[in-house]
Each structure stands twice: as structure tokens, then as C-alpha cells.
């Protein structure tokens, strides 16, 4: 089977975003099979054809007000004319967002993104991990401690330095990069067994 083509798509304005997209790419790349890409969401503002050469996509922004932020939004709307053809129909897609509040209403983000997703045709991937704190993990170290399965929530304190995670998000991040990727691989499986019988 050929290798399939996993992109993370992110916006980030003071590095946070960034982190935690390095790590979600460092745990797709870790899955053989998989080739995984980094890419900032304005240069595919430019250049939204290039979505046609991957088969998934990690969406990731940090939360803005409730929602994705306005670089991403503005990503999000150069899509149009490929959503008119349909051209993004069965990929595969997830989302990831940063914020400084426990909460900060990063849900509602992660909504946007899903229903961004949607109105292309793509297939939804969740974050499939438990919260590690409930087996006895200290909260800080605790894979998806924020308890988030709609898409990957990391949380960074407000004027913190970028890469100021707890480990327990950083954590998440490749776990949640591995699960897409292995998802997209599994997907990719099935496909090239129903074109063979
Ligand atoms: C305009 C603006 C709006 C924000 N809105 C929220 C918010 O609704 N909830 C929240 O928890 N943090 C909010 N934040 C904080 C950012 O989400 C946080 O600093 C994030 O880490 C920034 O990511 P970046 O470093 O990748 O740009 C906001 C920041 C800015 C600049």
C-alpha cells in the first residue's frame, strides 16, 4: 500500500499553537505508512488546491473569543470553491485547539472546525483517549486531563513562554497524532480491501 498523506494545518500567532502542532506531527510520524506534513494555515490561504494531495488533515487554532481565529477562519473560507466541487468528500479530518482558560470555551471551537469538516464531506476523528487522572495519573501528567474526545484541547497559561505545556498535553498531542494517523491507515486498509474483492 502506498504511503497516504496526513497534513497538519495550523495557525498560531505567539508559538502555543505551534507546540502542540510539532508534537501531534511527531506522534503521526511515528506510525510507518504515514507521511505527515506541517503546513501554516495562511499559505494555503493562498494555495487552497494543495488540500486535494492529502488524504487527512489535524485542523489546529488557538481559541479566539470562543471560536477559531481570524487567520484560520480566513483559511477556512479560501476552501469555498473546492467545497462547490466537493473535492475534500472522504478525507479524513480532525481538530485540535489552544487556549489560556481551563475551559475558555475552546468546545465551541472545536465545534466550528467539526462543522467545517462537515460541509466538505469529510469523516470526523475523534480523541479517543481517557483521562488518565481516573487511574490514579497526577491531573498535570494525565493524558487528555482537559477531558476532551469532540477534537484535543491543550491549555497554555496566559503570557506563558510557548512551549510552557503540562506534560499531560504534550502527552495528548502525540497520542492524538498517533490515533489520526493509525485511523487514516485503517481507513486506507479497508478501501484497498473493497477494491480488491
Ligand atoms: C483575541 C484573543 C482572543 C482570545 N480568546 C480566548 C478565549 O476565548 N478563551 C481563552 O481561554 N483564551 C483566549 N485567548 C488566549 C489564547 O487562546 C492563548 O493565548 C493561545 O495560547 C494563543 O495561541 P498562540 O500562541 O498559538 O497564538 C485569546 C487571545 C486573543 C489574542
Same mark, same amino acid.
Given at each position: 500500500?502506498?504511503?497516504?498523506?496526513?497534513?497538519?494545518?495550523?495557525?498560531?500567532?505567539?508559538?502555543?499553537?505551534?507546540?502542540?502542532?510539532?508534537?501531534?506531527?511527531?506522534?503521526?510520524?511515528?506510525?510507518?505508512?504515514?507521511?505527515?506534513?506541517?503546513?501554516?494555515?495562511?499559505?494555503?490561504?493562498?494555495?487552497?488546491?494543495?488540500?486535494?494531495?492529502?488524504?487527512?488533515?489535524?485542523?489546529?487554532?488557538?481559541?479566539?473569543?470562543?471560536?477559531?481565529?481570524?487567520?484560520?477562519?480566513?483559511?477556512?473560507?479560501?476552501?469555498?470553491?473546492?467545497?462547490?466541487?466537493?473535492?475534500?468528500?472522504?478525507?479524513?479530518?480532525?481538530?485540535?485547539?489552544?487556549?489560556?482558560?481551563?475551559?475558555?470555551?475552546?468546545?465551541?471551537?472545536?465545534?466550528?472546525?467539526?462543522?467545517?469538516?462537515?460541509?466538505?464531506?469529510?469523516?470526523?476523528?475523534?480523541?479517543?483517549?481517557? +483521562?488518565?487522572?481516573?487511574?490514579?495519573? +497526577?491531573?498535570?501528567?494525565?493524558?487528555?486531563?482537559?477531558?476532551?474526545?469532540?477534537?484535543?484541547?491543550?491549555?497554555?497559561?496566559?503570557?506563558? +513562554?510557548?512551549?510552557?505545556?503540562?506534560?499531560?498535553?504534550?502527552?495528548?498531542?502525540?497520542?492524538?497524532?498517533?490515533?489520526?494517523?493509525?485511523?487514516?491507515?485503517?481507513?486506507?486498509?479497508?478501501?484497498?480491501?473493497?477494491?480488491?474483492?
Amino acid at each position: 500500500m502506498n504511503n497516504r498523506n496526513l497534513a497538519v494545518i495550523y495557525h498560531s500567532a505567539h508559538g502555543h499553537t505551534a507546540h502542540i502542532a510539532g508534537h501531534i506531527l511527531a506522534g503521526a510520524r511515528s506510525v510507518p505508512g504515514i507521511t505527515a506534513h506541517l503546513l501554516q494555515a495562511e499559505e494555503l490561504t493562498r494555495t487552497p488546491e494543495h488540500l486535494r494531495d492529502y488524504d487527512g488533515f489535524i485542523f489546529g487554532t488557538p481559541t479566539y473569543l470562543g471560536g477559531v481565529s481570524g487567520s484560520f477562519k480566513t483559511f477556512m473560507d479560501a476552501t469555498g470553491r473546492l467545497w462547490k466541487s466537493h473535492a475534500l468528500k472522504g478525507k479524513l479530518a480532525a481538530a485540535f485547539t489552544v487556549s489560556s482558560l481551563p475551559s475558555g470555551d475552546k468546545q465551541s471551537t472545536l465545534l466550528s472546525l467539526f462543522v467545517f469538516a462537515m460541509q466538505h464531506g469529510m469523516v470526523w476523528v475523534g480523541n479517543a483517549i481517557l +483521562p488518565e487522572q481516573h487511574a490514579g495519573v +497526577p491531573e498535570q501528567e494525565a493524558a487528555n486531563r482537559l477531558g476532551s474526545w469532540s477534537g484535543m484541547m491543550a491549555q497554555a497559561g496566559h503570557s506563558a +513562554p510557548a512551549d510552557s505545556f503540562a506534560p499531560g498535553d504534550i502527552k495528548t498531542a502525540r497520542m492524538f497524532g498517533t490515533h489520526v494517523a493509525e485511523t487514516l491507515l485503517r481507513m486506507a486498509c479497508s478501501e484497498q480491501m473493497e477494491t480488491s474483492t
